[in-house]
């Protein structure tokens, strides 16, 4: 079975400070991973995924096998910043679909 | 925003009725999707469709049914059996099902049980 925990609901940083949101899997196997994003009154959306090794508007994410962890981190959060994030995780595995689960989510509020 | 729409925008419905959330894509995606969003749960895969005439059941497919007879619409019934029906829908597509394959939402269906 695979798990997804995003420990924090809500995470409040000044504009300018930076920004680690935390996600922690559990999974036996190699997994990838994902950050969405939903921006008020906007759709759910891919940010970033693990497997691109990609940096998206400013944001980045390790994954970390031995603390089995996936934090999404930007140096200076701005105020477009604020929006929900959710971490999801998918086994790489061959055969047949391979579910996408997802965490709960963290709220993202930057204060001016 | 395109690609893939969901109707209504929002539903209200009286306890013991079916009721059926429309997905459309236009992306020529094979591959379809059905989550439910609940506060505090994130999302949760009710059913799944890799390509069309077929489908299969995620995690909480107790209480919905779908059908896939066309590629780009994927139609969820919210049936009388599901017992707590009221929550957000969300409608997904991706290309394929392999792993580098993206998963593309609707902008979803906020279902209200009076």
């Known amino acids: 079975a695979q798990r997804v925990t995003q420990p924090e609901k809500l995470l409040s940083v000044f504009k300018g400070a930076p920004v680690e949101l935390k996600c922690n899997y559990s999974?036996?196997?190699?997994?990838?991973l994902f950050w969405y994003v939903q921006y008020s009154r906007q759709r759910l959306q891919l940010l970033l995924r693990?497997?691109s090794r990609e940096s998206i508007k400013g944001f980045t994410a390790d994954l970390n096998k031995g603390e089995t962890s996936f934090h999404l981190k930007k140096p200076f959060a701005q105020e477009e910043d604020s929006a929900m994030y959710y971490c999801?995780?998918?086994?790489?595995?061959?055969?047949?679909?391979?579910?996408?689960?997802f965490g709960t989510g963290t709220k993202l509020q930057v204060i001016p | 925003d395109g690609g893939i729409t969901q109707s209504p925008k929002y539903l209200f419905r009286k306890e013991g009725q079916n009721v059926t959330l429309s997905c459309e894509q236009n992306?020529?995606?094979?591959?379809m999707y059905w989550y439910r969003q609940d506060p505090g749960q994130g999302l949760r895969l009710i059913y799944y469709?890799?390509?069309?005439?077929?489908?299969q059941k995620g995690d909480i497919a107790e209480g919905y049914s779908v059908s896939r007879e066309k590629k780009e619409s994927f139609p969820l019934t919210v049936t009388s059996a599901q017992k707590n029906p009221t929550a957000f829908y969300l409608c997904?597509?991706?290309?394929?099902?392999?792993?580098?394959?993206?998963?593309?939402f609707g902008p979803g269906t906020r279902l209200t049980v009076l």
């Open positions: 999801a995780l998918r086994p790489l595995a061959s055969g047949g679909y391979q579910k996408v689960t």
């Open positions: 997904a597509s991706s290309m394929g099902t392999s792993i580098t394959d993206t998963q593309y």
């Open positions: 992306l020529n995606h094979d591959a």
């Open positions: 469709s890799q390509i069309v005439n077929d489908f």
């Open positions: 693990h497997i």
């Open positions: 999974y036996s196997g190699s997994p990838e």
